[in-house]
């Protein structure tokens, strides 16, 4: 038996969670069932579990989008029993059972091989955030951005994407402004790396087609307002990647940036993205980031605590990365 945390509906259809004892014989199928030590809770996990987005697919469902464990059974040729690995997306939480819940059984081709420079807790401390913005990176650096190329700007930077985001483009000497909603983190994001801080709201009254050009690349999270503001903002041949839709699925933009400025918006996707890219952004992740630094941007908690937590991090009140430790590991 092991612990799980299920979405169900009720006789009325409406959506219940409770954590419930399973047996392995009630897993998915798949052809390696992992052991999970450490997952985490991201904004997508949140909205399941609250039931205010429409990520659930089929139920009963155990969300969470990622995990960290050791291989206990396998049929899959390229893993092995004793395996540590990673799992982001694939639609684990929303159509095949996640990471909340002690044992997970996916598709070999899922996993990915935990790199040897984090633990299983430090690579859930980056998770799907880290990794997707890891993703975002590399796409700045594909499309020619560079140090010189003048500064970039990352939204939701106290979130988990914009923190990770944050260390990454610190560490590879580019100059940073956070956008925030929570002007007291200034201190916290000038140690992750910001350079400038710039209120939310400051970057939502920019609303004509073309604003004064600022940046050279930009990490977006938040869509809609966020990201028609940021694409009028850019510089002359400057790249946007959007990746979260936080603020809205809208796109309240006009073309003129992109064709008077030549301005590339960038769609990241980190759920379905190829096995080869996974890879490579992990062992990229494994260079640049100091794992004692991820200390500073971590929540820990059990998996009792997810529910609530899920409600928390919704309404803004949890900030960083949160990590849900699972099978007894500290």
């Not at 059984?105 to 998770?127: E, H, K, N, T, Y």
């Not at 650096?141 to 500064?151: A, D, L, N, Y």
């Not at 603020?247 to 190829?274: E, K, N, Q, W, Y």
Request: hydrophobic share 45%.
């Amino acid at each position: 038996m092991f612990r799980a945390l299920l979405i169900e509906k009720n006789a009325d259809g409406d959506q219940v969670v409770h954590e419930h004892s399973l047996a392995e014989d009630q897993l998915p199928e798949g052809d390696v069932t992992v052991r999970v030590e450490w997952s985490s809770l991201n904004y997508k996990d949140a909205l399941a579990i609250t039931g205010k987005g429409p990520i659930v697919r089929s139920y009963p469902m155990v969300p969470g989008i990622d995990f960290a464990g050791t291989i206990e059974a396998s049929s899959h040729p390229g893993l092995f029993v004793g395996q540590h690995v990673v799992l982001n997306g694939w639609g684990a939480g929303e159509s095949h059972w996640g990471g909340l819940a002690e044992r997970a059984r996916v598709p070999g081709d899922w996993l990915i091989p935990l790199p040897s420079a984090f633990s299983a807790r430090q690579a859930m401390a980056l998770g799907t955030a880290g990794y997707t913005a890891m993703l975002c990176v590399r796409a700045l650096i594909r499309e020619g951005v560079t140090p010189k190329s003048g500064p970039i700007v990352v939204t939701g930077a106290s979130g988990g994407v914009g923190s990770v985001a944050l260390m990454l483009l610190s560490r590879l000497g580019y100059q940073v402004t956070a956008i925030t909603g929570h002007p007291e983190e200034e201190p916290a994001l000038r140690e992750l790396g910001a350079t400038d801080i710039l209120p939310r709201q400051a970057l939502l009254r920019l609303t004509r087609p073309l604003e004064k050009a600022q940046w050279a690349g930009a990490v977006d999270v938040a869509g809609g307002a966020v990201l028609a503001a940021l694409c009028a903002s850019m510089q002359y041949h400057g790249v946007v990647t959007a990746c979260g839709l936080a603020a809205g699925m809208d796109f309240p933009a006009t073309v003129a940036p992109f064709i008077l400025r030549g301005v590339t918006l960038v769609g990241i996707d980190s759920v379905h993205c190829p096995k080869e890219e996974r890879l490579a952004a992990w062992q990229q992740l494994a260079q640049l980031i100091e794992p004692e630094k991820l200390n500073g941007i971590i929540t820990e908690i059990s998996l009792s605590d997810v529910k609530k937590a899920a409600s928390d991090l919704l309404d803004g009140e949890i900030r960083g990365r949160i990590l849900v430790r699972l099978a007894g590991f500290r």
